[in-house]
Nanobody, 117 residues
Framework: QVQLVESGGGLVQAGGSLRLSCAASGIIFRLNTMRWYRQAPGKQRELVAT???????NYADSVKGRFTISRDNAKNTVYLQMNSLKPEDTAVYYC???????????WGQGTQVTVSS
C-alpha cells in the first residue's frame, strides 16, 4: 500500500523559510519521480517542483530561485526547502507520485503553509 506523509508546514513571516518533508512507503522510492503540488483557497492545484529518480529537477516559474526540491533515498523521503517566502505561497502543499502498472496518482494528506505579510 502506497503512503505519502507530509510534515513541516506552519506559519511564517514573509521572507522566512520552511522545509517540507514527505516520507514515502509502498513504492521503490529510488526509482520514482516525486512531486510537490500546492493548492491555495479558491484556486486549482498547481505543480510546484519535480525530482526524478536520477535527481533531475524542475520548478514552476513562480518558485524558481527560492524553492529547492531534494530527495534522500536512504530515508525514502523527499524535501521542499522554501526560502524567501511570500504571502502568495500560502497554500496546502501536497506530495505526489505515480505508481503501479497504470501509473495511478498517489497523494499525501497535505500540509498547510501560511505566509504572513
Amino acid at each position: 500500500q502506497v503512503q505519502l506523509v507530509e510534515s513541516g508546514g506552519g506559519l511564517v513571516q514573509a521572507g522566512g523559510s520552511l522545509r517540507l518533508s514527505c516520507a514515502a512507503s509502498g513504492i521503490i522510492f529510488r526509482l520514482n519521480t516525486m512531486r510537490w503540488y500546492r493548492q491555495a483557497p479558491g484556486k486549482q492545484r498547481e505543480l510546484v517542483a519535480t525530482i526524478t529518480g536520477t535527481t533531475k529537477t524542475n520548478y514552476a516559474d513562480s518558485v524558481k530561485g527560492r524553492f529547492t526540491i531534494s530527495r534522500d533515498n536512504a530515508k525514502n523521503t523527499v524535501y521542499l526547502q522554501m526560502n524567501s517566502l511570500k504571502p502568495e505561497d500560502t497554500a496546502v502543499y501536497y506530495c505526489n507520485t505515480k505508481w503501479g502498472p497504470t501509473a495511478l496518482d498517489y497523494w499525501g494528506q497535505g500540509t498547510q503553509v501560511t505566509v504572513s505579510s
